[in-house]
């Protein structure tokens, strides 16, 4: 048998593999910055492994006699290895059909690689035992550098399992704050995404019982645990259930593809219609709501004609897609006043963390060096940490006195050159690149308006209620970001003390949701 198929086939497979691990793994799954995704990420590793050291041991060296049993065992193992994998995707997470179909191709695959290599590893068995040194010109050297690259991968993924770790006994070793509120219970959704997330393990450790709605009620039960109750449906929601507060952040990222008019019928008919069935839900409550918080954005305000400050009472600009995208987002939410239900509508810059939305890509090219001024640089870059967010959703849920629009920004507000020679240096870097504006314009439409054109929004009603922001400044906020990215990526942070005290005195205060209707 013609070692060259083999290394036909191995190739196919390493392909295929590599595009799944890479999409569906890295970008979809996020399982690197998952402490419920350990045990896959194990798995992950030691196959990495074996294959690592399957390609180079069958593209240098000849194995006779029982010396096949070694790469033979490899074989064995993986397929062991990759059968407990698939039984942990489905117990941890809902696959989608991609990589579904990602899974069989690789079986098939590895069943025709045993078909190939099977009676070549007989046939060698039958010869006296030897080990000898070969080569296949340049398939040797091509499998030596996938070797090196896998075993890479293989050790990058068993660091991440040990970090997941230390984040895992971290978190395991917060101590859980008071039933604050009286140990109400919040419905969220989009509890499986970068803000979400973050704040369904915040809502946990403050005693909250959490409901979250998501659309792979697998993977929010492996991330959350039986702790929290994950719908798929808020029709599995019966009418006597008891839902003191709701936080609504699902719908479709806003960056990404362009704004044609089919993708913006995605990202507002996403929003809009679980907008729609929460409606549906709180009406059929027995119990309303108190407090109902949706996330909109600064993009309300369009595209500034100046310099001047934006606080809450500025009006939005309408046929700008953005600025209509926002205003149905917050009209559709302000219906449920008519229940009683308190509505505040967050409007958030760019939220940055460590794991997730724009600061792992941005701050990956300033780690290069590659940090780059867009346009003229002079526009507004409104931003917020991700730790704020969470702060503000817990303020706007415990003051009875905040209601509609809440700007979600920090009060130092860079422009963005600014903000890009700070991100650089934040990793001793300097940034000198500049990317004129037209190149933008020309790509992404109107969507470049989110990077060309910011908003110089203020947080006014956040700080006239007395909230008190954990990272005010953008040096603070990068400094911490920074840390966490070059030491432990994996590990989510806690609020600073400050924070938290705020928030503890807020949530004590009388006639907030301990009170009850």
């Known amino acids: 048998m013609n070692m060259h198929l083999v290394f036909a086939v191995m190739s196919f497979q390493a392909l295929v593999g590599a595009f799944d691990n890479f999409w569906h793994h890295e970008l979809e799954a996020r399982l690197p910055q998952r402490t419920s995704a350990r045990y896959e990420l194990r798995l992950h590793a030691a196959r990495e492994a074996i294959y690592g050291l399957l390609f180079a041991g069958l593209a240098w060296v000849q194995w006779q006699g029982w010396w096949v049993l070694l790469p033979a065992s490899l074989l064995l193992v993986e397929m062991f290895i990759t059968i407990a994998d698939f039984l942990e995707e489905d117990r941890s997470r809902k696959l989608p059909p991609l990589e579904r179909a990602l899974h069989t191709v690789l079986a098939v695959s590895y069943g025709l690689l045993l078909g190939v290599i ?136 806003i960056l990404g593809a362009p704004w044609t008019q089919a993708r913006r019928q995605l990202l507002l008919g996403s929003r809009l219609h679980v907008a729609a069935q929460l409606r549906q839900l709180m009406q059929r409550l027995e119990r309303k709501p108190e407090v109902l918080v949706t996330a909109s954005a600064v993009g309300y305000y369009g595209v500034p004609v100046g310099p001047q400050a934006l606080t809450e009472d500025a009006p939005a600009q309408a046929g700008r897609f953005q600025s209509d995208f926002c205003a149905a987002i917050e009209q559709a939410a302000l219906q449920n006043q008519d229940m009683g239900v308190r509505v505040v509508c967050l409007r958030p810059g760019i939220v940055l963390g460590h794991d997730g939305g724009a600061y792992p890509a941005l701050a990956f090219s300033a780690r290069l060096g590659l940090g780059a001024v867009l346009g003229g640089g002079q526009q507004v870059m409104p931003w917020i940490h991700r730790d704020d967010v969470l702060g503000l959703i817990a303020h706007a849920l415990a003051e009875p006195t905040l209601q509609g629009p809440l700007n979600a920004v920090a009060p130092q507000m860079p422009d963005q050159q600014g903000f890009t020679h700070a991100l650089a240096a934040s990793f001793g870097r300097n940034a000198w690149l500049r990317l004129p504006a037209w190149p933008l314009r020309l790509a992404l439409g109107e969507m470049s308006e989110l990077l060309l054109c910011g908003q110089n929004a203020l947080p006014a009603k956040a700080l006239a209620s007395g909230y008190r922001f954990a990272y005010p400044n953008l040096q603070s906020a990068l400094a911490q970001l920074a840390q966490l990215a070059q030491a432990e990526p994996a590990i989510s942070s806690s609020p600073p003390e400050k924070s938290s005290a705020n928030e503890t005195q807020l949530l004590q205060r009388p006639g907030r949701l301990s009170s009850g209707r």
């Open 118 to 253: 099977g009676p070549m590893f007989w046939q060698a068995a039958q010869q006296p035992a030897e080990l000898s040194l070969t080569s296949y010109g340049l398939w040797s050297w091509l499998f030596s550098i996938a070797s090196l690259g896998v075993l890479a991968w293989s050790v990058r993924n068993a660091l991440a399992v040990r970090q997941l770790g230390r984040a895992a006994k971290a978190e395991a070793d917060v101590p859980h704050q008071p039933q604050a509120l009286g140990g109400s219970t919040v419905l969220v959704t989009g509890g499986t995404g970068f803000i979400g997330a973050a704040l369904v393990q915040r809502l946990l450790r403050e005693g909250r019982r959490v409901i979250v709605l998501t659309r792979d009620p697998l993977q929010a039960r492996a991330s959350f645990g039986q702790a929290v109750w994950c719908v798929e449906q808020l029709t599995d929601i019966p009418a006597e259930t008891r839902i003191d507060a709701v936080v609504n952040l699902a719908g479709a990222a």
